[in-house]
């Protein structure tokens, strides 16, 4: 098993979107899912033996870069197709693949019975592909082209089912959305080709501390501006609109896309550009600002949310928020490590709802459901692992790498940082836990349709679930805080930010996560408050929705106010439309009719008639009659003799 | 060889002249297609003469030449137009130049 | 001396004829009167050495085209034309025009020039000079092209009567 064989990892998939997309509708179901799931597995095992050469080669030394094509190569200029497997980059690829090949799987079993099988395969292939080029590049444009290509593949799978114009507007909206944070990304990659002279990331983050100066307003620019694109991919504040209403899309989708793997493409970008962000503190801050103020953002919202799948995107885009806390703290560590566990539970969660929904022939909205435990056994009980994880419950993997977000906001963040991700963690048990009571426990409240047609799932769909519980439970054991040698992720990923240290003089190790003997009882007594106010939110959520199913409407009622702000999610899409889209659109109409119809159409329109009317008066003089043609030659005879003779 | 007499080159140009602006009006102004055609053949003799005479002044046989072919083409000419002409009128039973007018624009 | 009288009758009698094709209500006095014309000029040719053009105009011109002429003017039938001339202010503009050709070529052949002032025939002609041999030799020799083309011409003249004048196609 050769590194060289790397290049098939981003281009299995390839191949599979371009089989799966030119023979949709021609090649048979079976063959179908055979190449959708096939390649991307067969990617998951190429990446495992690549990830394990990887390892075999000494820490300073894992770094393999593989050229497939030079794609610019302008006077100095040059930008090849170059994949850079690194310590990073090896985790994020394992995580694509590895969850990427659950999901494909579990696809075959939801989608299976949809017109557009090929379509969906084909799409979903080739956003495997994008994700992975966006991991493996090896420079900024590179980079940059998985990035826009997994939006792409966002906006197609969102509006999958296209016939509804809700799924339609919801694709369209997460590609502006992302566009306006990609607008932001360029800038801040044109600064970085101004600054550098090359898009290369060796170079560029070799080079960064000499050429900028720490805190300098270059540096800030650049990494306030990568990390506006940073903002839309991953539907931090303000940029978060697009992501619950992606949910229009197919779960699997949801899950994939939205949990996994896109949306953390801006936590991953942040932390391989981790050098620059050392360089711009400021910079740093806004990032830890945003993450936390999105953590209780998202987390207050989804309080309130009835449709399943709502309840997890507000989740997801907390969770975001967590790992961009972690980096802005300069924890990068623990920022990969929870977007890591965060694949395992949250793509856990959104197939588990999925094959709730699909259970229940369509419903999503969790006031008719209830008392589905004894009808969906495996589902459930792989739900409540995914709950658990995500609440952070010892030994499950949320816990662990939650908790190291914590720990490192207490210790470099300070109080306020720390209050805020506690306070998250809170309501995060709480909500997740109301989701599972309202689902699993209490009343059925189903309608007679979906009672009727209840069933569990097929194989197809549940075996991805348990691999994902199994994962989502043993996780978080790599890296387990204050065991020497337990800090296994830490330490692999050491190598990688080692160069902050160079930067900051000797901070480096709150980035690898090393241990020494003061940080115990702090550490410690972290954890153990972090626990119980995990224990705390599930034990509300249990009396609030098992135990006095009552109390809830109560409450709404007496705060009925900030009740509906949450739930129509602060009114923010209200209030883009009011400011911005209102008047553009409204501008744009003035645009078209006073000037498009007025102006252009009336001067060409104009010209067409004007032409009209001269040829009309021309026609006259077309009379027919023989003898005026012969007037007239005469006419021209005489001219012309006139002038011969006058010569 | 024969010698000269009193009538001057000039007159033979003035007597073409008169004949072909006679013939000019006629078909500028007569009605009957016919008498049209009549006239353009009064202009093609007038320029007949006036190249005769030329020939006659220069002592060459280019102008004489040059009649044969235009007799020549008038009697195609002739032949051609008075076919049209036939094939109108039994279509329309007119030979007034007034009533064709189908290329009025 | 007695060559300007010819030409003075001839002359005289070639205008007048014009001036009757031109203004004579029925087309065939019209017709006649052309031939009339024609053979004044043949006169007029005779005057100017050109023998075989005279013949010519004679036998083609007057024998055959003319002859042509009366036969359309028999077959179409010479009902009385109601209006003699054309409508309207064409009738000025058209005589108008006319008078302005012949101002104009008068004025061109009345300006001072070597050629106009001199007496005619002062040049010497060679022998035979008109004849049907002199001609022919340069005919068949400098403009046997034209020639050639001319009875292409005059073939597809025939043929183009033909096809215009048939009664039905087919």
Redesign the interface.
Known sequence: MSLSLLWLVPVLPLFGAIVNGLGAGRIPRRVVSAIGTGTVGLAFVIAVGCFLRLAQLPAEERIFLQTLYDWIDSGDFSVPIRLALDPLSGVMMLVVTGVGFLIHVYSTGYMGHEKAYGRYFAYLNLFTFSMLMLVLADNFLLLFFGWEAVGLCSFLLIGYWYQRPSAAKAGLKAFVTNRVGDWGFMIGIFLVFVTFGTLDFGRVFAEAPGRLAIGSGLATAIALFLFIGAIGKSAQLPLHVWLPDAMEGPTPVSALIHAATMVTAGVYMVARCHILYTLAPAALGVVAAIGAATVLFAATVALTQKDIKRVLAYSTVSQLGYMFLALGVGAYTAGIFHLMTHAFFKALLFLGSGSVIHALSGEQDMDRMGGLKKHLPRTHLTMLIGTLAIAGVFPLAGFFSKDEILWHAWENGGPLLWGVGLTGAFLTAFYMFRLYFMTFHGQERLTHEAKHHLHESPNSMTIPLLLLAVLSVIGGWINIPLVRGGQILGAWLEPVFADIAHVTGGAAHHAAGEVTGSHATPEITLMVISLVVALAGIYLAHRFYVVDPGAPKRIADRVHGLYTLLRDKYRVDELYDAILLGPIVRGSVRLWQGFDVAVIDRTVNGVGRAVEKAAGELRLAQTGYVQMYAMVITLGTVIVLGVLALR | ???????????????A????????????????A??????I??ML?AV??SF??F?????S??G??F???V??????????G??????I??NRET????D?????? | MIEGFLFAMFAGIAVGCAVGVVFNRNPVHCALLLIGVLLAISGLFILLSASFLAALQVLVYAGAIMVLFLFVLMLLGTKGQTHLLTRGSAKGFGLLFAVLIFVEVLWVILSPSQENGALLRAAPIPEGFGSPASIGRVLYTVWLFPFEITSILLLVAVIGAVVLAKRKFG
């Open positions: 060889m024969t010698e000269g007499t009193g009538v001057p080159l000039a007159a033979y140009q003035i007597l002249a008169v004949l072909f602006t006679i013939g000019v009006v006629g078909v500028l102004v007569r009605r009957s016919l008498v049209v055609f009549m006239s053949e009064l003799n007949n003469l005769v005479a020939s006659r002044e220069h002592g046989l280019d004489h030449i009649v044969f072919f007799m020549a083409v008038a009697a195609a000419e002739v032949a051609v008075l076919a049209i002409l036939v094939a009128f039994r030979a007034n130049v007034d064709v007018r189908l290329l009025k624009g």
